[in-house]
């Protein structure tokens, strides 16, 4: 990085602001040579002493935006095995581990509210009454919460965000990364980059204090109250070195995190679902009137409460699915498999078979009644030639002699 870089990060590390401002700076000077990665002054904390400097940490891919592709990964046909920062921990262990109440991480200020977020939640649960409004309600809009929650929370952020861009569990064309990624922002779960970052590192520390958002510290925090309280740890550059690297050196999703693209692509994708209700109704009924009806109850339906769903379940799974639920692999934190969450996000909710092997791309069929639709939409995918190198869950018996769990669940905190 050229000095006017190092620079500005060195300021912006002195003056704290939130994240929407990490890359204004950073991300207007060079970015390093096409292939190589961005090195960042590591920053000296508590949180971040010097024995854990960026220099030991196991690397990321590379992104070489000429090749569009990853340095270091086999050639296409292997199976991926791509280093991520969870792959460190010790997923699994000889007894099941009693959750003991944790405080929050020790990096998030009990003052400091995120008011972009309060007001944003806060607003969207504030338009649910209306769906006690006759005049906006219609079927079709009430069909396309599930369809949408299909789309965009089990293709865009199961598929997406959580199997592809975090764990690497498969590869498709960019192009195919890339749309999953638009349908990702399309649920408003922030951009792709701060998803991949905060996940791995509830992967790394899961159930203890460093974990962004677990439930032993309460049940409100895991599911929604961490988005509401500043974490200085979630907004510091040398943190998106660390855990999403290989994402920001892409330059499609640099662009997204630069100026709240993000937010914006949310919008229009609003804009469109009513204009395109507003066409269909004022085609249909022959009134304007008729046409904006519509397209306010497609707006309302298969916009607004498709958000509030596709964000309780995936709260929930981050929340409700560390609490209640079986287990069948003995790991180190609280995970369950919840058949609710697994139904509601398509397979995301068989929690606890993720976290005992998080890098294969079946959360569900570890058991034969666990149904998991985003990863039959991958083998669907994969039978048209656009997935493929599909991790299967070969390590789930074979790493340490793992054995499924046979206790009764553990005891949480009330």
Not at 1 to 8: E, I, T
Not at 115 to 122: A, E, I, K, N, S
Not at 163 to 172: A, I, K, N, Q, V
Not at 259 to 270: E, I, M, T
Request: glycine content about 8%.
């Amino acid at each position: 990085m050229n000095p006017r870089g190092v620079k500005a990060f060195k300021e912006w590390m002195g003056s704290g602001p939130h994240r929407e401002n990490i890359l204004k700076k950073v991300c207007s000077t060079r970015q390093g040579s096409p292939g190589r990665p961005v090195r960042l002054p590591p920053h000296r904390s508590p949180a971040f002493p010097r024995r854990r400097s960026h220099r030991k940490i196991p690397p990321l891919l590379r992104f070489t935006p000429e090749a569009g592709s990853m340095d270091g990964l086999p050639p296409l046909g292997d199976v991926v095995q791509v280093p991520l920062p969870e792959d460190a921990e010790e997923h699994f262990v000889a007894e099941a581990q009693v959750a003991d109440p944790i405080g929050r991480p020790a990096t998030a200020h009990r003052g400091r509210i995120v008011w972009g977020y309060v007001l944003g939640v806060t607003g969207f649960h504030l338009l649910l009454p209306l769906a006690f409004v006759p005049w906006l309600f219609s079927w079709t809009g009430l069909i396309l919460i599930p369809v949408g929650n299909y789309v965009f929370c089990s293709l865009g952020i199961g598929a997406g965000f959580h199997r592809l861009l975090t764990h690497r569990s498969y590869r498709c064309p960019k192009w195919l990364e890339h749309t999953f990624a638009i349908f990702g922002v399309c649920s408003l779960q922030d951009s792709p980059a701060r998803w991949v970052m905060i996940h791995r590192l509830h992967h790394q520390h899961s159930d203890r204090q460093p974990d962004p958002h677990s439930p032993m510290v309460a049940w409100f925090w895991g599911h929604v109250g961490w988005l509401f309280v500043e974490n200085r740890q979630l907004n510091r550059m040398d943190t998106y070195e660390r855990y999403a690297r290989d994402l920001l050196q892409d330059p499609f999703y640099l662009r997204l995190e630069r100026g709240l693209l993000w937010v914006w692509v949310y919008v229009a994708h609003a804009v469109l679902f009513y204009l395109a209700g507003m066409t269909i109704g004022w085609a249909t009924t022959g009134e304007y009137l008729g046409g904006v009806q519509f397209g306010l109850s497609l707006l309302l339906y298969g916009v607004v409460y498709r958000t509030l769903f596709s964000w309780h379940v995936t709260w929930g799974v981050n929340s409700l699915a560390h609490m209640w639920g079986y287990r069948n692999y003995d790991t180190d934190e609280n995970s369950r498999n919840n058949w609710f969450f697994a139904l509601a996000t398509n397979g995301d909710g068989w929690h606890n078979n993720h976290h005992a092997d998080p890098r294969c791309a079946a959360h569900g069929f570890h058991r034969w009644w666990e149904l998991d639709v985003t990863y039959l939409s991958l083998r669907f995918l994969s039978l048209f030639g656009l997935v493929h190198d599909i991790i299967p869950p070969r390590r789930l018996h074979a790493m340490r002699g793992a054995q499924p769990a046979l206790e009764p669940p553990v005891p949480v905190p009330k």
